[in-house]
Every structure is written in structure tokens, then in C-alpha cells.
């Protein structure tokens, strides 16, 4: 996994359990190993296969090739599409990215299971009308604002461009699929409007294609959420830097018993990703709770959420325009709603555990002529 943290270590050991429901010794790590540690990591238990996210092999030449390694493209962190090279296999994590996929090693899209001993129905009170567990970027603050990200003489400062980012990145949102595209418009913005060039880092990467379409995203969403009714915000306390957001604000959701708690107790639970098969989609169908999910171009299509639920038997359909008729048809038909959960519940168990994902990921190595176990 790519960092130490407590969610990760949640995903790790659930994924862990999926391989060993086919008797396959597995051990994992929290936080990506340098070239001595993997090495001795790989001395300690003579692995066949490692499955990493957000690593390709591409980054760890170093890698002995007897031993099969996997990809799972979760989150690009702001790089290029081109780095992720090198995998025997490469899962990507957003449906959008197949189409733009360079390479013509072994690839297709993968989407998160959900741990049935962590994540089931209870039968419990609603505490919460409606909920979002998630995180928001910081505002921008004014050294990120005042940052000169002019490739020449003429100074062009970050704070000038982002109106036009922030415009052009809610009309062109579906020509944004990969962070390549991101880097487009902010070229395009710079010469056409301002008659300059940009210097990139790492930094301002990140900020268009991580930080930026997600505070966007967000904010569209929670500011109609909070036009309609009341809100419960878990996530980390960037939350409280946020004056409309501060006081629907409880806590950071350590766990996944505590998140499934609060799915559970949510009357109504949001999620805002362009990706409908997401985390947090599969853990909240998987605890019995209701989830409204936005509508978008990719739901269709491979890897859409589409192909997997139905909309309105499983999980509630929305856009921005109707979410309001949605919410209060949902208030006002508690049976129907009450049945939604059930059945996304009951579809979980039965198609989209760990234990469901892992065996696709057997078949695949079969596929490949691949022998692991």
C-alpha cells in the first residue's frame, strides 16, 4: 500500500483475507518499500506475486522477473498516464482511464470489493439525516495563491489563472480523464488568455488534477446538500478550514468499524467521484446503508457502475438539478428506501466481496499462464 495509515492498513488486510479464502499465504506492508527493503522483504518471504497500488514496475527496475507484479492504479498523485509501465498486469481503478491506456501490456479496469466480517447491516436507529464521509482539499492559502508559475520574464501568478481553471474545468469536465488533460487546459489558459508559458512541478500537477476538480466536485454537491438538509461531514479536520462546511463537521472516521457505523446510522448517505464504483460505495452498500450516487458519462460503460447495480434497487441515481425531488421522494417512501438497502446489501454478499475481486485477479494470471499458490 502506498502510505502507513490506518485506512490502508484496512484495505490491505481485507484484500489479504480475499487471497487466503484460496488458500494463498499472503503478507503485506503499509507504505512503499525502497530498493534494500523490498529486496530483503523479498528475501523474508519469497513472494510469486506482488500487487501494489499506485507503483508500477516501471519504478522498481530492481525487481527480480521471475516474481509477477500487478498495478492497481488507484490515484495518478498528479503523474502522467505514460509512467505507470512495466506491470505484468495493470488494474485501473477509474473506467475513464482505459481509453487513454498506452501500453499494450495486460490491462483493464478493477474496482474495490467490500469485506463482509467488516462491513454488514445491523439493525439500528438513524442518528444522522443524511452524511458524507470523505476528504476536501485545504483552501488555497496565500503563498499557493501568489505562486509565479510563468516559464519566463512575464510574471503569471496562480491566483490569476485559477478563475479560468476553475471555469473551464466545470464546462470541459468530461474531456478530463487523465491529469495529461488538466495540464492541457492550464497551457491553453496560459496562452490564450494571459499570452505566457507555464513551468510545471510536481506540485502544481497535484493541484489541477487532485486537488483542484475535487474541491469543485465537492463543493457543487455539498452546497445543494446543505440547501435540501441537514449534514453529517466525517473526514479529516481540513473539513474546519471551511467556513460553510465547519459546523456540519463531527470527526475523522479512523476505522472501518466506525465508518460502517456511521453508514449504518445515516439515513441517507452521499458520495461525490467520478468513479461510481468506489470504496466508499461498496463499503456503505455492503453495511446496509442507503448511497445516493451522481450520475455520469462513464456509467455504462466498462467499469460503470451500470454494468454491476441498478439504480433505484440498489443505490439512488442523482444530478445536481433533481437531487432535491430525489432526496424528499426518499423521505416520503421510507419502505422503498428501507428495500434499497437490503438489496444492495444482499448484492455485495453475493458478487462483490474481496473474496470475488481476488479470484478475478486468479483468473486473470490463468489467463496469462500464470500459476500462483
Known amino acids: 500500500m502506498p502510505r502507513n495509515t490506518l485506512w490502508y492498513q484496512g484495505v490491505a488486510r481485507q484484500i489479504a483475507r480475499g487471497f487466503r ?20 522483504w523479498i528475501n523474508n518471504y519469497n513472494p ?17 522477473r521471475h516474481i509477477v507484479h500487478i498495478c492497481w492504479v488507484v490515484d495518478f498523485n498528479g503523474r502522467p498516464i505514460t509512467d505507470f509501465n512495466g506491470s505484468d ?31 454488514f447491516p445491523e439493525a439500528c436507529e438513524f442518528k444522522y439525516q443524511s452524511s458524507f464521509i470523505g476528504h476536501i482539499p485545504r483552501p488555497w492559502s496565500p503563498g499557493e495563491l501568489s505562486r509565479n508559475i510563468s516559464s519566463n520574464d512575464k510574471r503569471l501568478l496562480f491566483s490569476e489563472v485559477l478563475p479560468e481553471l476553475e471555469k473551464n474545468f466545470i464546462e470541459f469536465k468530461s474531456r478530463l480523464k487523465i491529469p495529461e488533460d488538466y495540464v492541457d487546459i492550464l497551457y491553453d489558459i496560459a496562452e490564450n488568455v494571459f499570452g505566457s ?41 481540513n473539513w474546519l478550514e471551511w467556513p460553510n462546511y465547519k459546523n456540519c463537521y ?9 465508518m460502517r457505523w456511521v453508514y449504518c446510522r445515516s439515513r ?59 432526496y424528499q421522494f426518499y423521505v416520503n417512501n421510507p419502505r422503498q428506501a428501507q428495500k434499497i438497502r437490503y438489496s444492495a446489501a444482499v448484492i455485495i454478499r453475493e458478487n462483490h466481496t474481496w473474496t470475488h475481486r481476488v479470484k478475478s485477479i486468479l483468473d486473470d494470471l490463468m489467463y496469462l499462464g500464470y500459476k500462483i499458490g
Open 21 to 40: 479464502a484460496f488458500d494463498i499465504e499472503v503478507s503485506f506492508h503499509c507504505g512503499l518499500l525502497d530498493e534494500a527493503d523490498l529486496l530483503q
Open 48 to 64: 510469486q506475486l506482488i500487487f501494489e497500488m499506485n507503483r508500477p514496475r516501471g519504478d522498481i527496475s530492481f525487481l527480480p
Open 89 to 119: 498486469i495493470t488494474y485501473l481503478f477509474g473506467p475513464k482511464w482505459i481509453e487513454k491506456f498506452p501500453f499494450n501490456s495486460f490491462y483493464r479496469w478493477f474496482g474495490p470489493g467490500a469485506c463482509e466480517q467488516e462491513y
Open 197 to 237: 508559458e507555464v513551468v510545471l512541478d510536481n506540485v502544481l500537477k497535484y493541484d489541477l488534477s487532485g486537488r483542484l476538480i475535487r474541491l469543485l466536485n465537492r463543493q457543487q454537491l455539498l452546497d445543494k446538500i446543505l440547501d435540501i438538509t441537514n449534514l453529517a461531514i466525517f473526514g479529516p479536520a
Open 250 to 258: 463531527h470527526r475523522f472516521l479512523e476505522t472501518s468499524e466506525e
Open 268 to 326: 441517507f448517505n452521499f458520495h461525490e467521484n467520478g468513479n461510481g464504483m468506489h470504496f466508499r460505495v461498496m463499503d456503505c452498500m455492503a453495511s446496509g446503508g442507503l448511497i445516493f450516487i451522481p450520475k455520469g458519462e462513464y456509467d455504462d460503460r466498462t467499469g460503470g457502475i451500470k454494468n454491476f447495480f441498478m439504480s433505484d434497487k440498489h443505490y439512488v441515481e442523482f444530478d445536481i438539478g433533481d437531487l432535491e425531488d430525489k
